[in-house]
Antibody, heavy 114, light 108 residues
Framework: EVQLVESGGGLIQPGGSLRLSCAAS????????VSWVRQTPGKGLEWVSV???????YYADSVKGRFTISRDISKNTVYLQVSSLRADDTALYFC????????WGQGTLVTVSS | DIQMTQSPSSVSASVGDRVTITCRAS??????LAWYQQKPGKAPKLLIY???SLQSGVPSRFSGSGSGTDFTLTISSLQPEDFATYYC??????????FGQGTKVEIK
């Protein structure tokens, strides 16, 4: 069964950093696109970043320069380093495979608050 | 960036009703359109890709149509498990990949 499982979210102060993880099973992260998508009640679903099978990476303008996507093929895991966090980065962060997005993980909550 | 606009933002319907949701792209996207269903506390689930192709395992009461800028998701006979929020997404080859704001299908 193909599956993605996120972890690493939590409560963090403005300006802080976290590393979110997306562990894959049933397929290799080296063979597909893996994206991060976040969801807030106010802004709905927002694509954040993608790492292609080639290793190329892209970011939404809202996170460019603050977030970094990477992967560890040996661990079959994709990461999202989130830095210089702001209150409006508070969201449920999902990872998702392929395009269009399938499968999705269950999400990990990031709350930015002092 | 391509903007995606869904309508209506919510719809009240009864079991057995036919429900239609529309999605408009701010510029032409060919058939690069996907539809997702999301239930409370769950991740979105892919229903339709390439505007009209049914994802494996999705019931045939769901269908999609359209191309260019105007797209439609139709549920032919609403079932109790279909009460959820539906999102469209433009899925052209190059990011950013944008979503509509969602349509909540509620029980009448």
């Amino acid at each position: 069964e193909v599956q993605l499982v996120e972890s690493g979210g939590g409560l963090i102060q403005p300006g802080g950093s976290l590393r979110l993880s997306c562990a894959a099973s049933g397929f290799s992260v080296s063979n597909i696109y893996v994206s991060w998508v976040r969801q807030t009640p106010g802004k709905g679903l927002e694509w954040v970043s993608v790492i292609y099978s080639s290793g190329s990476t892209y970011y939404a303008d809202s996170v460019k320069g603050r977030f970094t996507i990477s992967r560890d093929i040996s661990k079959n895991t994709v990461y999202l380093q989130v830095s210089s966090l702001r209150a409006d980065d508070t969201a449920l962060y999902f990872c998702a495979g392929n395009l269009p997005f399938h499968p999705w993980g269950q999400g990990t909550l990031v709350t930015v608050s002092s | 960036d391509i903007q995606m606009t869904q309508s209506p933002s919510s719809v009240s319907a009864s079991v057995g009703d036919r429900v239609t949701i529309t999605c408009r792209a701010s510029q032409g996207i060919g058939s690069w359109l996907a539809w997702y269903q999301q239930k409370p506390g769950k991740a979105p689930k892919l229903l339709i890709y390439a505007a009209s192709s049914l994802q494996s395992g999705v019931p045939s009461r769901f269908s999609g149509s359209g191309s260019g800028t105007d797209f439609t998701l139709t549920i032919s006979s609403l079932q109790p498990e279909d009460f959820a929020t539906y999102y469209c997404q433009q899925a052209q080859s190059f990011p950013p990949w944008t979503f509509g704001q969602g349509t909540k299908v509620e029980i009448k």
